[in-house]
């Protein structure tokens, strides 16, 4: 994967809408409040806008894929404001949000469209999450549910506790990871923790949902949508003075050694496919990182892609961490805006953003001195995982 | 409500639960890499062949991980928390896993412990779940791959 043949294209604007629990405002609502504030942070009009990428799907089971209401996708978008020039859409299906990025960096490249509206939506469904009145019981998970392993968060509890008995890693290593976090998110406005301070005896003692993952190590579900505008970089030239530059990107390419359940190994070496794909691609290293926007979905992943990525070599991630790095004042500031733990699961589009407004300089009082390099990744290792590289020019 | 937990069995799958309810485990076994797999595939991930068949296997391995579930995931009248999950790698093959579960008055399990398969039945099918062992191992050098 070469871009240097290529125009090229930038992050130009980004916004949110509010992001709620026990939501007061609709799904659809919500994401036409994110959309317009990305348009308008451009400097753009709807009419502008000639590509709409999105990857919509709900990330539990049970979605009942009405648009506006439990999914926002492109059919959503299409009855909901006219779109006069549009010329362009994807709808992705797996990929998660960095798909979608890397799409309308596809399309623009190919000329199919100039600035594309990239959103990712969220639904926050009421009642016990992760709950099954009904689990699946056949393919691969008829092997899996007649012994109760039935949730994702099972999946990633597996794996985390053979990392801890691997690596000799402890739970109170990692109370500095969400502790750092959560104090972050006191200065990002949108932050759904933004007035939540957290300790480390406040994280020990969380409830243990499926040991050794507790209630603080997993992402909070939220209703709510951001999204990001994306132009040719000619363009942006001409129109923006402020622009991050999508210059690497990779998507996930390794299957899974087993369709039963997530394994350490996999973590390392499907994560490391990636992290060469993206590196190669675009000729950086993780020495020139100014910040990560790493994804979090459970606290794990963090050391996952921190080794995958080869900030730190395998096993090294709780000692990386305990050396200071990953504070605003360290040698790799890390999920600046409080990541999905700590502001809210917008399944990457949040570290897409944050990772764009860090390397412009518009990250507020959160900003980290001269960034200008940031890494972002866009679900586990284990998914169908995505990475950008942005760069302010 | 208990049959939630019983197994949909498929056309790729049957041969698996065949051997359970015999009181025995069969997983794929490749017939060009000779490599095992489970869960059923229609090809092998490793080689690419489609030429697979059932082979029964010995039904030992270690405890690779475990968890206990506190969160009640499923309705209480099918099954109450908390209670462990646990992959089980067998001495076949490095990363040849299946999946089993632990009630806590049970004998507790840790990860590398050796376990062996048993079975019991669930509904209309036999599942096969893993217990410390009864027998003695066949080698003194115990069930491969302990170590990622």
């Known amino acids: 994967m070469t871009m240097s043949s290529q125009p090229g294209a930038a992050i130009v604007g980004v916004g949110h809408s509010s992001l709620q629990r026990g939501a007061q405002d609709s799904l659809g609502a919500l994401t036409a409040q994110a959309c317009m504030a990305a348009v308008s942070d451009a400097g753009l009009k709807p009419e502008d806008i000639d590509g709409l990428a999105t990857y919509p799907k709900a990330p539990y089971s ?26 362009w859409f994807a709808e992705l299906q797996t990929g998660m949000i960095a798909s979608a990025v890397i799409e ?9 469209c100039e600035v594309a509206l990239v959103w990712r939506a969220l639904h926050n469904p009421t009642g016990n999450y992760g709950s099954y009145t009904a689990p699946s019981r056949s393919g691969d998970a008829q092997f899996t ?57 406040g994280y020990l003692s969380s409830r243990m949902i499926s040991d050794p993952l507790s209630l603080l190590d997993c992402d909070l579900p939220i209703q709510g949508c951001a999204a990001v505008v994306i132009a ?5 030239e001409r129109s923006w003075d402020r622009a991050a530059n999508i210059v690497g990107y990779a998507q ?26 993206l590196w190669s691609g675009c000729g950086l290293a993780p020495s020139d990182m100014d910040t990560a926007q790493l994804y979090d979905g459970f606290s794990p992943t963090i050391y996952y892609w921190l080794e995958a990525l080869g900030f730190c070599g395998r096993g090294e991630a709780p000692g990386f961490v305990s050396e200071g790095n990953i504070s605003p004042t360290g040698g790799l500031p890390l999920n600046t805006f409080g990541g999905s733990l700590s502001e809210g699961r917008l399944h990457g589009i949040g570290h897409v953003i944050e990772a764009a407004r860090q390397v412009t300089g518009r990250a507020g009082d959160r900003q980290i001195p001269d ?13 169908r995982s995505g990475a950008l590289v942005l760069q302010s020019s | 409500m208990m049959d939630l937990l019983e197994p949909a069995v498929d056309d790729m799958s049957r041969p698996f639960w065949e051997a359970a309810a015999r009181g025995k485990l069969a ?44 969160q009640a995931f499923l309705p209480a009248e099918v099954r109450k928390s908390p209670y462990y999950v646990m992959i089980v790698e067998l001495e076949e093959q490095p990363g040849l896993y299946l999946v ?39 080698s003194s050098d115990g069930p491969a791959g302990g170590a990622e």
């Open chain 1, 145 to 201: 549910a007649p012994y109760g392993l039935v949730s994702i968060l099972q999946w990633h509890a597996l794996a985390y506790a053979r990392y801890l008995h691997e690596h000799g890693a402890s739970r109170e290593a990692m109370a500095e990871v969400v502790t750092q976090q959560r104090s972050n998110a006191a200065r990002n406005p949108v932050a759904y923790f933004r007035d939540k301070p957290l300790t480390k005896d």
């Open chain 2, 27 to 70: 997983v794929q076994k490749c017939d060009s890499c000779a490599g095992y797999l489970h869960p059923p595939r229609a090809g092998c991930p490793q080689c690419g062949s489609a030429d697979l068949a059932f082979a029964e296997v010995s039904g030992r391995g270690i405890v690779h991980s475990i968890s206990r579930t506190e």
């Open chain 1, 232 to 236: 040719r970089s000619d363009l942006s």
């Open chain 1, 104 to 112: 309308a960096v596809h399309a623009i490249n190919a000329g199919a």
């Open chain 1, 252 to 277: 996930n390419l390794a299957p899974l050694s087993t369709g039963l359940h997530y394994t350490l190994a996999d973590t390392f070496t499907v994560g490391r496919k990636l992290a060469d794909s």
């Open chain 1, 371 to 383: 960034a200008r390099t940031s890494v972002v990744t866009t679900g586990s290792p284990l998914l």
């Open chain 2, 100 to 138: 089993s579960d632990r009630e806590l008055h049970e004998p507790s399990l840790a990860i590398a412990d050796r376990v062996e398969a048993h079975f019991i039945q669930r509904g209309t099918t036999w599942l096969p779940r893993f217990e410390l062992p009864t027998t003695q191992p066949t």
């Open chain 1, 62 to 87: 049970g979605s009942a894929g009405v648009q506006g209401s439990d999914v926002a996708g492109i059919d959503f978008m299409l009855s909901r404001f006219p779109w006069p020039r549009l010329r």
